[in-house]
């Protein structure tokens, strides 16, 4: 079959992407499933290119205030011609901080990802703005997924851990883990996931309505443009005032 075919070439397809194209062979609804994967990283790519244009600003003003500060070593330049003097240092200071993101990205690669995630997400909840927009983000992505796996078929427990894997976010992980146990033990997945306290009221209260009227589609796609907004809405509002700290500590 194309899923084993697939699964003897190595690790290098997405859980998710297996889990769909697997669920469209066994219904015979294969195109459809091609479909709806496409659907779901043409949505994720814009959830990321939205996400690239509000803080674009914020980063181009990192730069320049990388450039020009301190304004005397620009000074010396121009009155000195001591380009020497002013490259090195900031050579030096690119350095410094290209390895710090170079050992953070390892730090987040494989297994060892998870610890640090995990204090990552803890560490930017407490951070006004910043993680309600981090915890909006999540939401969206694990709402578009767990739409398009139901949508092709998976069962609903598959459905909401590969949701979560894709969410990016140890917490959801976590609680998915403990709500399986409930879901075998009888409870639906409205209860289960309301008893983790992992998601918010409203999101839980949306998804036991669908669950409960036969309407979880409507409600998924309205719980997807609710967290999208919410995140947009949040990032513009970091993006905003990002800025103006900066300057409030380049005057301090």
């Excluded at 003003?61 to 090195?88: K, Q």
């Excluded at 006004?128 to 915890?135: E, T, Y």
């Excluded at 917490?171 to 306290?197: F, K, V």
Aim: net charge positive.
């Amino acid at each position: 079959s194309l899923s084993t075919a697939l699964a003897a070439t190595g690790r290098w397809l997405p859980g998710f992407d297996s889990a769909l194209l697997a669920a469209g062979e066994q219904s015979g609804r294969i195109d459809e499933c091609c479909l709806i994967l496409s659907d779901y990283y043409r949505e994720r790519s814009q959830l990321a290119r939205e996400m690239l244009q509000d803080l674009g600003w914020p980063l181009l003003t990192l730069f320049v205030a990388f450039v020009v500060f301190p304004p005397g070593a620009l000074v010396r330049v121009v009155t000195e011609g001591d380009l020497r003097g002013f490259l090195v240092p900031k050579l030096t200071q690119l350095a410094v901080v290209a390895g710090v993101l170079l050992g953070l990205f390892y730090l987040g690669q494989g297994r060892r990802a998870e610890w640090w995630r995990s204090f990552l997400e803890l560490a930017f909840h407490r951070v006004p703005v910043v993680g309600k927009a981090r915890q909006a983000v999540a939401l969206s992505r694990t709402t578009l997924a767990l739409s398009a796996l139901l949508n092709a078929g998976v069962n609903v427990v598959a459905a909401w851990e590969l949701a979560t894997n894709a969410s990016g976010s140890p917490r959801l992980r976590r609680a998915i883990a403990r709500a399986r146990r409930d879901i075998e033990g009888g409870a639906t997945p409205g209860e289960a996931i309301a008893a983790t306290r992992a998601f918010p009221e409203t999101f839980v209260s949306m998804y036991c309505t669908g669950e409960v009227s036969g309407q979880l589609d409507q409600q998924l796609e309205y719980l997807l443009k609710t967290y999208r907004h919410q995140a947009h809405r949040l990032l513009k509002t970091l993006a905003m005032w990002l800025p103006r700290i900066i300057y409030l500590i380049i005057l301090v």
